[in-house]
Structure formats: structure tokens, C-alpha cells
């Protein structure tokens, strides 16, 4: 079935079309270990602190996470943090990305190991990923693009990425297929630099 679906940038023929991405909410610990994760390690500025609306004994946490979109966190002071990591489940969060400058990337990698957390990190083919957890046990990703791509234009590269992979009888989206796509879009995008890493599956 899932193979029938067409993959594609094109706008579909459905009564709604979002426009992106405002913000995502997550159920919290408490406020300090929050701020110290997302705020201190991950450099979000915290942007708006009120209660939450629907339960003023909670506190809502907005942080700003690099482009003006935004993340926010019910929070409390008696809850604390989860260093277990979360059960998956169906309408559960899998994890959470988040976009590194590539010529950040390696300074990102030193600041988590002195943070003290465990990650590994993955050549994904078209990109490159960190995987950490943060303070509520989720899986937190910190991504950096391999080429220099316009964000206006990444849903049409991905879009072209996925046909020639479906050519090829890839079985995931490697790099060549990205200078592929690229190329065939007219796109002179440039290539960071980055480091050695595993290519492929895993967390």
C-alpha cells in the first residue's frame, strides 16, 4: 500500500494547506533541568514564561529554536526529569530535530560530550545526525545538511532525492542521490565539510 502513495512536493488537492511549522508542545519535568537543556546546552532563548492556560498550576516555557518557530514545555517544579528514555507507542514522539550550522557541528559534538551525554552520530546519506536525549527522556536529533540548500527548495530536493532512489532500488536515500538530484535540479549547492561517521541505520 504504502509504495501506491505518490511521493512528491506537489501541493495536494486537500481542503486544508498549513503554511509551517508555529510551535509543538511537550509535557515537561521542571523548569530549571528544561532551561539547562534546551536553553544553556542547545542555545534557545527562552522567549516567553507564563502559566499554562488550561492549567495555571503548570508552567508554560517557550523557547525560540533558531528560525522564529518554536518549542514549548508544560512544566512543574515537583516533576522530575526522566533519564529512562520513552516508551514508543502509537501518537507517541519518536524524537525531535533540530538544525546545526555545519560549521558548528563538530563544536556541537565537544559541547554534548562535556555535558556528560551519550550520543552517537550518523552519516544519514543525505545528511548527517547526532542523536543525545534530552531532561524528559526523549530522543533528541541535531541535524546538519550535508549541501547548502535554500529552504524554500528542500521539499522539491527531497522530492527528486526520492525518485531517483525509487530508480536505483535503493533502499534508503544515500549521498549520491542527493548530488543526483542537485544536479538535475540546476542547483550549484555546496558541500560542507564534515566528519567521518557511520552511514545508515541505528539511534
Same mark, same amino acid.
Given at each position: ?11 495536494? $488537492?486537500?481542503? +486544508?494547506?498549513?503554511?509551517?511549522? $508555529? ?16 536553553? $544553556? ?67 556541537? +559534538? ?15 546519506? +543525505? ?17 546538519? $545538511?550535508?549541501?547548502? +540548500? ?54
Amino acid at each position: 500500500m504504502s509504495n501506491e502513495i505518490p511521493v512528491t512536493d506537489d501541493l495536494p $488537492d486537500s481542503p +486544508i494547506h498549513t503554511t509551517g511549522t $508555529d510551535h509543538m508542545t511537550i509535557w515537561g519535568s521542571n523548569e530549571e533541568d528544561t532551561v539547562a537543556f534546551y536553553r $544553556d546546552l542547545l542555545g534557545m532563548p527562552l522567549v516567553l514564561r507564563q502559566p499554562n492556560l488550561d492549567d495555571p498550576s503548570q508552567t508554560h516555557l517557550f523557547f525560540d529554536t533558531g528560525d522564529g518557530r518554536i518549542i514549548t514545555f508544560f512544566v512543574s517544579d515537583d516533576r522530575e526529569s526522566n533519564p529512562y528514555g520513552q516508551r514508543g507507542a502509537v501518537g507517541s514522539v519518536h524524537h525531535l530535530c533540530f538544525r546545526i550550522a555545519p560549521d558548528r557541528f563538530e563544536e556541537m +559534538i565537544e559541547a554534548i560530550d562535556d555535558d556528560g551525554r551519550s550520543y552517537n552520530i550518523f552519516d544519514r546519506g +543525505i545528511f548527517f545526525s547526532l542523536y543525545t536525549h534530552d531532561n524528559n527522556g526523549l530522543v533528541i536529533e541535531l541535524s546538519t $545538511d550535508k549541501y547548502d +540548500i535554500p529552504d524554500d527548495r528542500r521539499g522539491e530536493v527531497l522530492a527528486k532525492v526520492q525518485a531517483l532512489r525509487e530508480a536505483d532500488g535503493s533502499d534508503f536515500a544515500e549521498d549520491k542521490h542527493m548530488k543526483a538530484a542537485l544536479e538535475e535540479l540546476g542547483m550549484d549547492a555546496t558541500a560542507h565539510e564534515l566528519p567521518d561517521a557511520p552511514t545508515g541505520t541505528g539511534v
